[in-house]
């Protein structure tokens, strides 16, 4: 994988403390951040948000076979998380047992090591989910 | 202000599909891309009977050659391969539905009366990297930044709308592995197909889990492959006393890249989309489909897609395959060439490989996986994990 330092670096703010966007005119949450509204087009008005750090298990996944930077951590749990403000967004879960991992299930943010380094030493953080029930 | 009438019926340009040429699918370590495109394109002119003269424009469908092999410009190098210089060459790039955008393209040249005769081709020579080059590759057709980023790959972007669909509407595992069973009993037919062994629900079962709940039966392969079509204008086949099939409708949608910025995980809203206005413009319904090649990348995409394309309605698409419906006998035949799953997927030919499946199966020239009577027929090219749809509708040609 390749993640060159100025992408990580643009990132910092959605993946380190997980700022979106709102459209203010029809109330849309937006995760990553989005310059124009698809629903709204040039009619919405996008405001930076910050995402609740909250939300549920809407589906999952166990990663088997892993790409590069990831080898060493499978088998990982993926889930698509939908945040209290019901934007979604894709991450892992861990700190958790199998059987734990469930559609509907409660979760919370944690800040993570994403992968292991890239060839350039740069290293990857950003958000990771732990179960909170 | 007065309106532009669109001219609907006998005058309008009818696309005929009078030549096709495929090479065989699989781990073809002795043949380059340039092999394979020559190969398909040599074999699809031969077919119609036409001369390279003839053809006055390419369009190419590829996703990944810079990745898979470090080249680019493809369109160019398609045209001087063949000997084709200097007519134009584009190429089309839309992940796994690269073919079937490139399929679209030549049928909206002729239909706007641009050219009377076109070649469509699609290309992916996937094994001259590792297979977790080929991964990181073809995970292009995800979103790089929020899904690949994570860990997603893209088994696992299915996986969750496996998951989805299990546990809304009860499809299960077995289900999924019926679709597998179903394609590689169908490629026992297809002499180009990349597999010829027939697998039961049991080694699907016990195949291990790449992404739970996909297992590796469930995956269609890493493949090699070309397919080329020559596409004509009724008015010039007329002339030209050519036989051959005719493309009624070729249709296209766009949907979010990543699977966490759509509606719904336990349906494909482009090929909703696509499907529907392809069904309207042909005048036909889903009922009237004789035979479909549906785009079974992972053996649940088959399931959802039945269901979206309207086949069947949602939610029953897993207990359709678990029925027979789907299979060379049922009431509507599915994937006769062996599909992705088991005749191979080099991601940019599958699109033309579906056309040409669908266009032999309306000839009458399928042998042992030959459907009775095909007089219509629909072929479904997906792009990612649903992102781009191409849906085209077939039918028998009368002159």
Redesign the interface.
């Known amino acids: ?1 390749k ?1 060159p330092m100025p ?1 990580n670096w643009r ?1 910092y703010a959605e993946r380190y403390n997980l700022y979106g966007t709102r459209c203010e005119t029809c109330g849309t949450a937006f ?2 951040g989005r310059k124009i509204c698809p629903n709204c087009r040039r009619k919405g008005k996008m405001v930076e948000e910050k995402m609740p750090e909250q939300g549920k298990i ?13 080898k060493h ?1 499978t ?2 749990f ?3 998380i939908e945040l209290d403000n019901r934007a ?5 879960i861990v700190d958790t047992e199998p059987e734990q991992v469930k ?1 509907g299930t409660r979760v919370k943010r944690a800040f993570r090591k ?2 292991e380094p890239d060839k350039k030493g740069v290293i ?1 953080y ?1 958000y990771k989910f732990r179960i909170t029930e | 202000m007065e309106k532009t009438k669109i001219v609907v019926g006998e005058k309008m340009t009818k696309v005929v599909v009078v030549g096709t040429g495929i090479t065989k699918f699989g781990e073809l370590w002795e043949k380059s891309f340039r092999d394979l495109i020559t190969e398909a394109g040599i074999r699809a002119i031969e077919d119609s009977g036409l001369s390279g003269k003839d053809i006055e424009a390419i369009y190419g469908g590829c996703m990944a050659s810079g990745r898979f092999i470090g080249q680019e410009h493809i369109g160019a190098l398609i045209a001087d391969q063949l000997g084709l210089n200097p007519i134009p060459s584009t190429r089309c790039e839309a992940a796994c539905a690269s073919g079937g955008v490139a399929l679209r393209q030549g049928f909206l040249a002729i239909k706007s009366g641009a050219y009377d005769c076109v070649a469509v081709g699609g290309v992916e020579k996937m094994t001259e990297v590792s297979t977790e080059e080929a991964g990181f590759a073809l995970g292009g057709a995800g979103d790089q930044e929020i899904e690949l980023f994570h860990g997603a790959t893209f088994p696992s972007l299915y996986a969750l709308l496996a998951r989805a669909h299990m546990n809304e509407f009860g499809t299960t595992e077995e289900q999924m592995a019926m679709v597998a069973v179903k394609n590689h009993a169908n490629a026992m037919h297809n002499p180009n197909a990349q597999f010829h062994r027939e697998i039961t629900v049991e080694q699907v079962m016990n195949s291990g889990y790449v992404a739970e709940p996909i297992k590796l039966l469930d995956c269609s392969p890493i493949t090699d492959g070309a397919a080329a079509v020559i596409l004509c204008s009724g008015k010039k086949a007329r002339e030209l006393g050519l036989k051959g099939v005719e493309i009624a409708a070729s249709e296209q949608a766009s949907d979010a890249l990543a699977l966490t910025d759509r509606k719904s995980l336990t349906e494909l809203n482009s090929t909703k989309v696509a499907s529907s206005k392809a069904y309207k413009k042909a005048g036909v319904r889903p009922k009237d489909i004789d035979v479909a090649e549906v785009h079974d990348c992972f053996t649940i995409n088959e399931i959802i897609s039945i269901e979206d394309l309207g086949f069947f309605k949602k939610g029953e698409g897993g207990k359709a395959v678990e029925e027979g419906k789907t299979s060379l006998t049922g009431s509507i035949p599915i994937n006769t060439s062996g599909g992705l799953k088991a005749a191979g997927h080099p991601v940019g030919a599958t699109g033309i490989k579906q056309a040409i499946e669908i266009v032999e199966q309306i000839e009458g020239k399928c042998n042992g996986r030959q459907v009775k009577n095909a007089k219509l027929g629909l072929a479904h090219n997906v792009g990612g994990s649903g992102a781009t749809a191409v849906v085209s509708i077939f039918r028998r040609w009368g002159k």
């Open positions: 994988m993640h992408l990132k995760f990553p809407v589906s999952f996944t166990r990663v088997h076979t892993g790409p590069s930077g990831f951590e088998p990982y993926l889930a698509i979604r967004l894709l991450a892992q559609i994403i992968m990857s950003g």
